[in-house]
């Protein structure tokens, strides 16, 4: 049997890491659908981490029986484990983390400020895009600790615009994004009062 495997989420994808110990095996087997459908992974008598992506796979949970192989066509008991493809079902539930406002300081900067986001979900940090001084697009990570940012140079008469990432698994194949939203003033009038 496998001594272990780790299963990835994707994007009607699913990934496999099949870590070997024995140069004994020629190929690993991977049923699932109730051995309905299968793939080869070739292993070639070597030990160490073998990697296998299925493709073309409806959004759902998945049960896979993995099988090693010999040479002579020997088979191991199955090697029973899990994992999800996502789609379009798992992005309409992702929420963009919440822009409280975009006001002005002191020194003329925007500052953004931030809400707080469910730990709970697979959401791991926001992207901010904007257009500075010198027309060259700016792209900042902001983990959810950061509950203001603060932009220097801002292209004037332009907005930032925010998603938010999702990663659905320490092993995940592939990243999530939500729709990029445009940041609005909180305040309209965007200039000093003239006293």
Known sequence: MPDSITVG???ERIQFQLFMNTNRVKTARIYWNNYADSIDVEIGN????????IENLPEQSYLFNVVNLDQYGNRSLPYEVSGRSLGQKYE????????????RNKDGNKVLEWGNVDESSNARYTEVLYTNAQDEEVLLNIPFSEKNTVITDLKSGTMPAYRTIYVPDEVALDIFYTPYREGELTYHGDYPLVK
């Open 9 to 11: 989420a994707g994007k």
């Open 46 to 53: 070597q030990s160490g981490i073998f990697y296998k992506i």
């Open 92 to 103: 309409s539930a992702m929420i963009n983390r919440r822009l409280v406002s975009i006001n």
